[in-house]
């Protein structure tokens, strides 16, 4: 099987969903995960990264983006849906988003744009 940083075309989907507290993006990415059999999808939630393992603020450079793309990394290639849910501020996260996106099968994108 391949190692975490292959790149081959059996790597599994990223599906990357952005958007401002509250938008409902944490429900839908929770929704999508539970429709998956047990094995074959990945959630990996900006905040319980952040926020509940690490009890790190969110920072430029700050240790859950690199821990948010090993966990991904690790996952792409036992061909698994990966989702990365959060606000994912782009200026701090893009970076290593589209480094996710390299290695992905696939990669799917959503913003939330709303405003309230």
């Known amino acids: 099987m391949p190692g975490p940083l292959s790149h081959s075309p059996r790597n599994g989907t990223l599906l990357v969903l952005r958007g ?8 839908v990415a929770r929704a999508l995960h539970q429709r998956y059999d047990h094995g074959r999808s990945t959630l990996i939630a900006q905040d319980n990264i952040r926020r509940t393992i690490l009890r790190e603020p969110d ?3 700050a240790f859950n983006i690199e821990l948010i793309e ?7 290639p036992r061909r698994q849906l990966v ?9 701090r996260y893009g970076s290593m988003l589209e480094t996710l996106a ?13 405003t309230f």
């Open 20 to 27: 401002n507290s509250g938008s409902g993006k944490s429900t």
């Open 59 to 61: 920072t430029p450079g």
């Open 70 to 76: 090993l966990i991904a990394t690790t996952c792409l």
């Open 83 to 91: 989702i990365v849910e959060g606000i994912l501020d782009a200026d």
């Open 102 to 114: 390299t290695r992905a099968r696939r990669a799917l994108f959503y913003a939330w744009d709303l």
